[in-house]
């Protein structure tokens, strides 16, 4: 039996297609114009604050007046305001508002302290604290009013009924509002002695009269006419209690005795009183 032999075919394998090789792309991306919006936000910020009224102070509140005019100052900051700074930012700019400024502008020897505060967005508050009198000075015919430190903060016609009236013995000093006409102590003395007196019918007080040439005596004149003299460096409490026991021990004893006095001193010793 003839043996077939087995040949080899040879089958080329079959080529892959051509492919071009793929080109890199010479056109880069544009980048992302970050500069021209920062540009056009600050210039829209800019229109935004200095451009419109978004940011300025269009209202003015003034509280804690009494005896100084509301309005006035009002206007007065209205006058800042209507300013600008730095030749074109307006002061009414919310966030320019000179505050320091406003402040000095409404200093009065009137007020104790003031206080300026912005609110945003548009609001600007001013809050004031008056000084209270604490006593009327005379000085001839007119009358001024001092606060707690003996300054005069004011020129008034005529006191209140209820005000402690001050005046000078021997002086011919003149008032002039800022002026300092009593020492704070001696002042705060006549305070004390007012505040407690005991209640008699010769203290009903018509006015303290205070000695420029001896500071350490304080005159009560009620509306007798009577002066009760009292000292500045005895204690305040003897002083009154003499004067309690004094009236009445002259009371019980001779029921007219006011009418031939025409003072009582209590500045010597813890017990003494002469009356003359």
Do not use: C, H
């Not at 910020?45 to 007046?65: D, K």
């Not at 707690?148 to 004011?154: A, D, L, R, V, Y």
């Not at 209820?162 to 009593?182: C, M, P, R, W, Y």
């Not at 009577?226 to 019980?252: C, D, G």
């Amino acid at each position: 039996m003839q043996q077939k032999r087995f040949r080899w075919k040879f089958q080329p394998s079959p080529r892959a297609p051509y492919r071009a090789p793929a080109q890199k792309s010479t056109r880069r991306g544009r980048p992302f114009p970050v500069k021209s919006v920062l540009v056009v936000l600050l210039i829209g910020s800019f229109y935004l604050v200095f451009g419109t009224r978004t940011f300025a102070v269009t209202g003015v509140t003034v509280t804690g007046t009494r005896y100084l005019e509301k309005q006035q100052m009002i206007e007065k900051v209205d006058a800042i305001l209507s300013e600008n700074r730095w030749f074109f930012i307006p002061a009414r700019n919310f966030f320019f508002v000179p505050t320091a400024q406003v402040s000095a502008a409404l200093s009065n020897i009137r007020l104790e302290r003031i206080t300026v505060k912005k609110s945003f967005p548009n609001g600007l508050s001013i809050t004031v604290v008056e000084k209270q009198p604490k006593a009327a000075w005379r000085a001839g015919d007119k009358w001024y009013e001092l606060d707690k430190k003996g300054i005069i903060i004011n020129q008034i016609v005529l006191p209140s009924t209820d005000a402690l009236k001050v005046t000078f013995a021997n002086s011919l000093e003149t008032g002039a509002i800022g002026k300092q006409i009593i020492q704070p102590s001696l002042l705060n003395t006549v305070l004390a002695v007012n505040a407690n007196l005991p209640d008699l019918p010769i203290t009903k007080v018509s006015e303290y009269v205070i000695d420029t040439q001896n500071s350490y005596s304080i005159g009560l004149r009620d509306t007798q006419g009577i002066t009760i003299y009292f000292s500045t460096e005895l204690p305040l409490s003897i002083q009154t209690n003499k004067l309690s026991v004094f009236y009445a021990e002259k009371t019980r004893t001779e029921p007219d005795w006011l009418a031939n006095i025409d003072y009582i001193d209590l500045r010597y010793g813890s017990t003494k009183v002469y009356y003359k």
